[in-house]
C-alpha cells in the first residue's frame, strides 16, 4: 500500500521509499485557540504535518505564525490559557490531542524529548547539572548513577562529564548549556525530538557544531526531529521537509532543496528572497546610490579633513579580572585594532561574543574609555576633547542599539522620545522640534500618527525604526548600529537593512555595523573588520573576504553561515 | 565561607557599640529622676538619694557610666537593676518564654505561609486564591491588639480553646494562642509574597523544560518551582525574626506573657538604663545572628550566590 500523505490541501507529498511505514507524528487540521482579555484568538488552525520514523521536518515561520504552538501541542505543553480546539495529533496512532495529563507525563521524556530555545532561561540556576540530568532519568525510570549521568553528558559533547556534572548552570557558557539540554533532552531515548530554534542565542561557530552534534545523535539513535526555526537556510540544510507556517497556517510544506528552489506561496518567495543566510549579494540599490551620494559630497567636504572619518589606531581596553586574595589578572578585552572608516561607507566588526566587538563600538562612542590607543575622528583624537566638544561629537556620532525593547524608555511617547536628543541639544524652538519629528518619521517610513504611541504598542522592526529615528534626529555623520538587526525577524530585518541602506545613500551616512551575523554583513556592509579575542585577525573589502577569506577563522565563521552551502546560484541582475 | 562568616562576625562589633551608645544616650536624656520616680510621693532623705546615686553610678558623667557599662558587659557582670535583682538573672527568665513564642510564631508564618501561598499562586484567580487574598488583606488591615483581643476573647474565653492568659510558667501550650496572633500578620505578608513568587516562576522557562523532561507534577512544584519561590520569602522571615523578638510587647501584654516585651516596657517606665541596653544588646546580637543565617541559607537556596570574592 502506497502511503499518500495530504501535506495541505493543494499539495502532495508521496512517501516514496517508505512504503508501509506508520508516520511517527501525524498533525491533523490541528486547530489552537488561545483565550485572552479581548477575546478567543486562534493561533493555529488548520495545521498539517506529517513525521516518519528517524525523519527531520522543519518548520518555518516569523515569530507569531504559530510554529512553536503547534510544536509544543504535540508534547502537551500549550500555555494555561491555549488549547487545542479542533483536529487530531496522532503519535504513532494514537491521539494526543486530548490526552490526561498522566498519560502525558507518560510519554514526555521516553517517547517526546525536547530541546528548548534560549539556554540560558531553561535550566534551573538552583540545582547542579547533574541533578537535573538525573531527575530526567529517574522519572523515566532509567538507571540514574553518577556514571549514567557522566555518559549522558558526554555523549552530548561535554568534555570532562563527570566534573561538570558537579557545576552549576551558571558556571556553564551558553554553547555548553545548550549541550547540557540537548543531553536532557535525549537522555532516555525518545522516539521524536522536538527541537524549538536550538541555537538562536549562539555564536554561529557554537550553532554549528551543536548542530553537527545533534545530527549525529539523532542519527545514531534513530530519532525523529521536528525542528523549529525561524531561518529558511538552517532549516533547508538540516531538514529533510520543511513545513512553513504563516499567521497560524501551513502555507507551504515539501522537501526541503525543493521548496528553496522553487518556492509557491508568496510568503515563501518573499521568505527566500530575503533569507540573510541565502542571499548572496549587497543590498545593490544601495551601494549604487551610495557611490553617488559619496560623490556629490565629496566636493563639500573639507579638502583637509582625510576621506576617513574615523580612524582606530592600536586600540587596546584592559579589564582588571579579580582573582581571590586581592590579587588581580589583566584582560584585554580590546587588543591593538586599528582599521579606518572611510565616509558614506559601511564597515562591519564581526566576532563571535566575547570577541571584543562591542567594546570597540562603545569606545568609539565615547561611552568607555581606551586604556591605550587613539580614535581620531575627523583628524582629531577624540580623547583630548573638552566637554564641550565631546557635546558636540555626541551630536556627530550616533548609536542604534540591539534591543528595540530595552532602549525606547516605555514612558516616554514617541514624540518625546525622538525630540529628546533636540530638546536636549537645544535645536529649534517648539514648533520646528515638531516639524523635524515628522519629518524623521517620514524618513524611517512610519505614519506621522505614532507621534502618539508608546514603544510598548508598537511591533520589534516599528521599535527599531524610531531608534533610528531618534538616532538621525541631530544629523549625524556616523552611526554605531550595534546589533541593530539581530532581534528582528527575518521579514523585519530585511525591511530595516533596506531602510539604513536608503538612508546612507540619501543622507550620506556612515555605518560602523557591529554584529555576529555574517549573512548580515554581506547584506550592507563595504568593509569587513573579523575580531577574533580582541585581536582584529582580517580585513577587507565585503567581496573579498568573503570570496577569498585568508584566515582560518574566518572561513569557520563563514563555513557556519547555515545554508551556506546550500547558496542559490547568484541571479544575474 | 569561613572567611564570609568570620567578616560577618566582626561586624557585630560596631554595630554592637553603635546601637548601646545610641540607646543608653537616650535613656541619660530622658527627663526626670529615676531614683526620685522609685519611691513614688514619698520624700526620701537627701543622704539615701545620694548613696542609691553613686551605688547606680548616676552622679557620673554620661561616658563614664556608658564605659563602666560596657566594662560590666565583659565581665558578664551586668550588675542589678533598680529593685536590686541581678540584671543577667531577669534575662534569663525572660528571654527563654520570648524566644518560644518568637519560633513559634515564625514556624505558624512559614509553614502555613508557604503553603498557602503556593496553592494559592499555582491556581491563581481560583476560588481559594481569592478567599486567601481577601482573608490576608483583612488580617493585615486590622491593628494586632484587636486580633489579640478577639482571640482571647473567642478561643480563650467563650470556646475555652486555650488558656486566655499565659501567667507564669509559659510552655509551648499556653504560648500557641500568642503565638497565632503575633504571628498572623506577617504570615499574611509571606502568604503574598510566597504567591506572588510562585505564580512568577510557574512561567518561567526551566518549569517548562522540567516538565517535558517527563517529571510529575508535585516534583516540578517541589523542585523547581518552590525552592527558587523561597528566596524572596527567606529574606523576609529573617528580618521578621528580629521584629517577633523585640516587638512582641503588644501581645505579651494583652496575653501576660513573662517576655521581654514585658520587662522591657517596664525597664522604659522606670528609665533603667542597664536593663534596657542590656535587653537591647542581646536583641541586637539576636538580629545580627538572624541576619548572617538568612545570607547563608541564601546561598544554599541560590547557587549564584557566592560570598568568597
Same mark, same amino acid.
Given at each position: 500500500m502506497r502511503d499518500k500523505e495530504m501535506i495541505t490541501p493543494e499539495i502532495n507529498i508521496e512517501e516514496a521509499g517508505r512504503t508501509g511505514v506508520r508516520p511517527l507524528l501525524e498533525i491533523r487540521d490541528l486547530a489552537i485557540t488561545f483565550k485572552t482579555g479581548s477575546g478567543d484568538v486562534q493561533a493555529v488552525r488548520n495545521a498539517h504535518l506529517t513525521i516518519m520514523p528517524g525523519e527531520t521536518v522543519a518548520i518555518v515561520g516569523e515569530s507569531g505564525s504559530g510554529k512553536s504552538t503547534t510544536a509544543l501541542a504535540a508534547i502537551g505543553l500549550l500555555p494555561a490559557n491555549g488549547a487545542v480546539s479542533g483536529g487530531q495529533i496522532l503519535l504513532d496512532g494514537e491521539d494526543i490531542a486530548h490526552a490526561s495529563e498522566k498519560r502525558m507525563i507518560e510519554l514526555r521524556g521516553n517517547t517526546i524529548g525536547m530541546v528548548p530555545q534560549d539556554?540560558?532561561?531553561?535550566?534551573?540556576?538552583?540545582?547542579?547539572?547533574?541533578?537535573?540530568?538525573?531527575?530526567?532519568?529517574? #522519572?523515566?525510570?532509567?538507571?540514574?548513577?553518577?556514571?549514567?549521568? #557522566?555518559?549522558?553528558? @558526554?555523549?552530548?559533547?561535554?568534555? =570532562?562529564?563527570?566534573?561538570?556534572?558537579?557545576?552549576?548552570?551558571?558556571?556553564?557558557?551558553?554553547?555548553?548549556?545548550q549541550r547540557a539540554l540537548i543531553a536532557i533532552g535525549l537522555s532516555c531515548q525518545p522516539r521524536l525530538l522536538i527541537a524549538d530554534e536550538p541555537t538562536s542565542a549562539l555564536d554561529v561557530t557554537v550553532q554549528r557544531q551543536i548542530l553537527d552534534h545533534l545530527e549525529t545523535m539523532t542519527n545514531e539513535l534513530g530519532t525523529a526531529v521536528l525542528l523549529i526555526t525561524h531561518d529558511l537556510g538552517l532549516a533547508a540544510e538540516r531538514a529533510d521537509k520543511v513545513v512553513v507556517m504563516y499567521r497560524g497556517q501551513v502555507v507551504e510544506a515539501g522537501p526541503s532543496l525543493e521548496l528553496l528552489r522553487n518556492p509557491q506561496h508568496p510568503y515563501t518567495r518573499r521568505l527566500v528572497e530575503s533569507a540573510p543566510s541565502l542571499a548572496s549579494r549587497r %543590498?545593490?540599490?544601495?551601494?549604487?546610490?551610495? $557611490?553617488?551620494? @559619496?560623490?556629490?559630497?565629496?566636493?563639500?567636504?573639507?579638502?583637509?579633513? #582625510?576621506?576617513?572619518?574615523?580612524?582606530?589606531? =592600536?586600540?587596546?581596553?584592559?579589564?582588571?579580572?579579580?582573582?581571590? !586574595?586581592?590579587?588581580?589578572? &589583566?584582560?584585554?578585552? /580590546? =587588543?591593538?585594532?586599528?582599521?579606518?572608516?572611510?565616509?558614506?561607507?559601511?564597515?562591519?566588526? $564581526?566576532?563571535? *561574543?566575547? @570577541?571584543?566587538?562591542?567594546? $570597540?563600538?562603545?569606545?568609539?562612542?565615547?561611552?568607555?574609555?581606551?586604556?591605550?590607543?587613539?580614535? !581620531?575622528? =575627523?583628524?582629531?583624537?577624540?580623547?583630548?576633547?573638552?566637554?564641550?566638544? !565631546?557635546?558636540?561629537?555626541?551630536?556627530?556620532?550616533?548609536?542604534?542599539?540591539?534591543?528595540?525593547?530595552?532602549?525606547? &524608555?516605555?514612558?516616554?511617547? %514617541?514624540?518625546?522620545? %525622538?525630540?529628546?536628543?533636540?530638546? /536636549?541639544?537645544?535645536?529649534?524652538?517648539?514648533? *520646528?522640534?515638531?516639524?523635524? /519629528?515628522?519629518?524623521?518619521?517620514?524618513?524611517?517610513?512610519?505614519?506621522?500618527?505614532?507621534?502618539?504611541?508608546?514603544?510598548?504598542?508598537?511591533?520589534?522592526?516599528?521599535?527599531?525604526?524610531? #531608534? %533610528?529615528?531618534?538616532?538621525?534626529? !541631530?544629523?549625524?555623520? $556616523?552611526?554605531?548600529?550595534?546589533?541593530?538587526?539581530?532581534a528582528l525577524d527575518v521579514l523585519v530585518q530585511a525591511q530595516v537593512l533596506n531602510l539604513l541602506a536608503d538612508l546612507q545613500a540619501n543622507l550620506g551616512l556612515t555605518y560602523l555595523f557591529i554584529t555576529h551575523d555574517l549573512a548580515v554583513v554581506r547584506q550592507i556592509a563595504d568593509h569587513v573588520c573579523v575580531m577574533e579575542k580582541g585581536k582584529l585577525v582580517e580585513t577587507g573589502s565585503t567581496d573579498d573576504v568573503f570570496e577569498s577569506p585568508q584566515q582560518d577563522y574566518t572561513k569557520a565563521l563563514l563555513n557556519a553561515i547555515p545554508g551556506a552551502k546550500l547558496m542559490l546560484p547568484p541571479e544575474v541582475a | 565561607m569561613v572567611r564570609f562568616i568570620l567578616r560577618r562576625l566582626l561586624q557585630v562589633i560596631p554595630v554592637f557599640i553603635g546601637t548601646t551608645l545610641l540607646v543608653y544616650y537616650m535613656v541619660f536624656a530622658l527627663p526626670g529622676d529615676p531614683i526620685a520616680a522609685l519611691f513614688g510621693d514619698r520624700q526620701p532623705p537627701q543622704a539615701v538619694i545620694d548613696t542609691l546615686r553613686s551605688q547606680y553610678h548616676l552622679d557620673q558623667p554620661f561616658w563614664v557610666q556608658y564605659g563602666l557599662f560596657l566594662q560590666n558587659l565583659f565581665t558578664f557582670n551586668l550588675g542589678n537593676d533598680f529593685t536590686g535583682q541581678p540584671i543577667a538573672a531577669s534575662l534569663a527568665r525572660v528571654f527563654p518564654v520570648t524566644a518560644m513564642l518568637a519560633v513559634e510564631a515564625l514556624a505558624i508564618q512559614a509553614i502555613f505561609g508557604v503553603a498557602f501561598g503556593v496553592f494559592a499562586g499555582l491556581r491563581r484567580g481560583g476560588w481559594f486564591d481569592s478567599t486567601v487574598l481577601v482573608a490576608s488583606l483583612v488580617v493585615i488591615a486590622v491593628p494586632t491588639f484587636v486580633l489579640g483581643f478577639v482571640f482571647q476573647l473567642v478561643f480563650g474565653v467563650q470556646l475555652g480553646w486555650a488558656k486566655p492568659t499565659v501567667g507564669a510558667n509559659a510552655d509551648w501550650g499556653s504560648l500557641l494562642l500568642p503565638a497565632v496572633v503575633l504571628g498572623l500578620v506577617s504570615f499574611a505578608y509571606v502568604l503574598r509574597l510566597t504567591r506572588a513568587s510562585v505564580s512568577e516562576n510557574m512561567n518561567a522557562d526551566y518549569v517548562r523544560t522540567a516538565t517535558a523532561k517527563g517529571l510529575s507534577r508535585p516534583r516540578v512544584v517541589l523542585a523547581h518551582i518552590l525552592r527558587n519561590s523561597l528566596i524572596p520569602v527567606v529574606t523576609y522571615l529573617g528580618a521578621n525574626l528580629g521584629g517577633l523578638m523585640g516587638g512582641a510587647i503588644v501581645t505579651e501584654g494583652i496575653f501576660n506573657v513573662p517576655g521581654v516585651g514585658n520587662k522591657l516596657y517596664q525597664a522604659v517606665l522606670r528609665s533603667e538604663g542597664p536593663t534596657i541596653v542590656s535587653i537591647v544588646s542581646v536583641l541586637v546580637l539576636v538580629f545580627v545572628v538572624a541576619n548572617l543565617l538568612v545570607d547563608l541559607l541564601y546561598a544554599w537556596l541560590d547557587p549564584r550566590i557566592r560570598y568568597d570574592q
Open positions: 539556554p540560558m532561561s531553561n535550566l534551573n540556576p538552583v540545582w547542579k547539572i547533574g541533578y537535573q540530568v538525573k531527575e530526567t532519568l529517574r #522519572a523515566n525510570g532509567r538507571p540514574s548513577g553518577t556514571e549514567d549521568i #557522566a555518559k549522558v553528558l @558526554s555523549q552530548a559533547g561535554l568534555p =570532562d562529564a563527570h566534573r561538570r556534572a558537579n557545576q552549576y548552570p551558571h558556571e556553564f557558557s551558553g554553547g555548553m548549556r %543590498i545593490q540599490v544601495a551601494k549604487e546610490q551610495g $557611490v553617488e551620494a @559619496s560623490d556629490l559630497l565629496a566636493p563639500a567636504a573639507e579638502a583637509a579633513v #582625510a576621506d576617513n572619518v574615523l580612524q582606530i589606531q =592600536d586600540l587596546r581596553r584592559v579589564y582588571k579580572l579579580r582573582s581571590g !586574595l586581592g590579587k588581580s589578572t &589583566d584582560f584585554a578585552a /580590546v =587588543d591593538g585594532v586599528s582599521f579606518d572608516v572611510k565616509r558614506g561607507t559601511t564597515t562591519a566588526i $564581526v566576532g563571535e *561574543s566575547g @570577541s571584543g566587538k562591542s567594546t $570597540v563600538a562603545r569606545m568609539v562612542l565615547q561611552l568607555e574609555k581606551p586604556s591605550e590607543g587613539r580614535i !581620531l575622528f =575627523d583628524g582629531v583624537d577624540t580623547s583630548l576633547l573638552k566637554p564641550k566638544e !565631546l557635546f558636540k561629537f555626541r551630536r556627530r556620532v550616533q548609536p542604534i542599539f540591539q534591543d528595540p525593547y530595552g532602549s525606547l &524608555d516605555p514612558m516616554y511617547n %514617541i514624540f518625546r522620545t %525622538i525630540e529628546e536628543p533636540l530638546r /536636549v541639544h537645544k535645536i529649534g524652538d517648539a514648533a *520646528s522640534r515638531e516639524k523635524k /519629528v515628522r519629518e524623521l518619521l517620514d524618513q524611517v517610513a512610519l505614519p506621522q500618527s505614532t507621534m502618539q504611541r508608546y514603544p510598548n504598542e508598537l511591533s520589534g522592526g516599528q521599535r527599531q525604526r524610531i #531608534a %533610528i529615528a531618534r538616532a538621525l534626529a !541631530l544629523d549625524p555623520e $556616523v552611526i554605531i548600529c550595534d546589533e541593530a538587526v539581530s | -
